[in-house]
């Protein structure tokens, strides 16, 4: 089952981060985001009644979609995601114990990280897949080509400031994948019904990671 989900998101490059103020707004962006050829989600903990939507989300849309928690923080919150039926968890930064209860049941868990130190903590902790976060506020795609100078074979995905503008150079920069939240959960969209916006962008995101990998091939 981990090794399903790091394919999936190898395949697909995106990880869009789902916040939002209720359900039935987190699920339109969900629909949308799908629309666009991105069949994978990050429910945040952070949404009312997350773990009741991603249960919702993994019973009806099955294994054509990979649903999984967001800013997951205590092995508690954990259990009660993947009981929810959540494919894999997402943590703002390092929770051995988080990590640790995921692995139990093979269900892949990315940890957060930002220097060497906290990426070393996380490896030895079991975790296959980092998150870098803050990256776009902590030295962007050129962290990233750091970071890959010691850990040339640990997979990075950068969250936090990534967008269509600079998705090609984190891609370019070595990232596994890339984590986007608001640049294409556009909320302010959503709540004007403008639905394509975010498909569009979807759309958009996964063109730009296609043609950077291909330059890099």
Do not use: W, Y
């Amino acid at each position: 089952m981990i090794e399903a989900a790091i394919q999936k998101i190898q395949d697909v490059g995106i990880i869009p981060v789902v916040r939002a103020a209720h359900v039935d707004e987190a699920r339109r962006a969900v629909d949308a985001i799908c629309a666009g050829g991105i069949p994978i989600v990050e429910i945040t903990m952070t949404v009312p009644n997350a773990p009741a939507m991603i249960q919702q989300l993994v019973r009806e849309l099955g294994d054509s979609v990979l649903t999984g928690a967001g800013t997951v923080t205590t092995p508690e919150q954990a259990q009660i995601c993947m009981d929810a039926g959540a494919q894999f968890l997402v943590s703002p930064g390092l929770a051995a114990p988080v990590v640790e209860a995921a692995t139990k049941r093979s269900i892949l868990a990315m940890p957060g990280a930002f220097t060497p130190t906290e990426v070393m903590a996380a490896m030895a902790a079991g975790a296959r897949v980092i998150k870098i976060f803050p990256c776009g506020s902590g030295g962007g795609a050129k962290h990233i080509k750091a970071l890959r100078a010691p850990f040339p074979t640990t997979r990075f995905v950068p969250t936090g400031g990534v967008n269509l503008a600079n998705a090609a150079e984190f891609i370019a920069a070595g990232a596994f994948a890339l984590g986007v939240g608001a640049d294409l959960v556009d909320l302010e969209a959503l709540r004007k019904n403008e639905i394509s916006k975010v498909v569009d962008m979807a759309r958009s995101l996964v063109a730009a990671v296609a043609q950077a990998r291909r330059a890099q091939s």
